[in-house]
């Protein structure tokens, strides 16, 4: 979570989030290293980016915020 | 019979596992399976494997349909140069990469910060700045952010 704090103290008010794989979030029942003090950063972050609706509902689950969906897959497919 | 396993692993998936993959005690399919996908994806270890498949596992059919037909499609990628972004390693590195050359293709300037041997690199516009042991150096991240002035810092939760 080194480089979440390092960006957040360089630029709190810009912080998207792109929160992938459950087990590397700080936070949720999945995480391998929870961490109260990094969760609350990506709690105030500006937006979270997820790229699917399990992981949107997860965010809203175990963060209690609200994540965009956007599909990597799309992007791929719109940007060929 | 085992020796036909491998013969028959090698034809359907070009690699060569070992007859001690095989005479392992307590060998499961499942497990078999990940031996050869790993084999397969070269330098992802057991943690970006574990990674990959939960991305999979969060995508819709259609997405994976459309994510498989554009592999199929870009079997012969571009060069890129060194960077831990290029080629990216993981799940979380793709989906970052082309959510950034989608920002790039729309007109934003990016600028990547990653783990690498040290330089400079580019892929589908994206600059890449990759600096050796980014953990103990981690104020050029800051530097950078304060430098570059972006409208948005995106941080993946791989790191």
Redesign the interface.
Known sequence: M???R??Y???PD????????????PFGPASWNPDPQAAAIVRKA?AV?V?????QGYVREHLGRDAAV??????????? | MRVLLLVRIHESFGIELSIDDVYSAGLTLAELAQRIDLLQLGDLDS?EY??LL??I????DD??R??L??VS??ADPPDIETAAHSPPRG??T???L??L??LA?SGHECRVVCSGEPGDASAGGVAILSVKD??RN??V??AE??GFR??????????
């Open positions: 080194c480089f979440l390092e960006a103290g360089a630029a810009r912080l998207v989030y792109l929160a992938h794989t459950p087990q590397f979030l500006l980016v790229i699917g609706a399990h992981m956007i599909s990597s897959a799309d992007l791929w497919k719109d940007t060929s | 943690a574990a990674e939960q991305e596992e969060a995508m819709s997405e994976v459309h994510l037909a554009e499609r870009r799940g979380s793709r989906s970052n082309i959510w050359e989608h293709s980014l953990v981690r104020c991240l800051s952010i304060r972006p409208d948005f810092v995106l941080v993946s939760s791989r790191i």
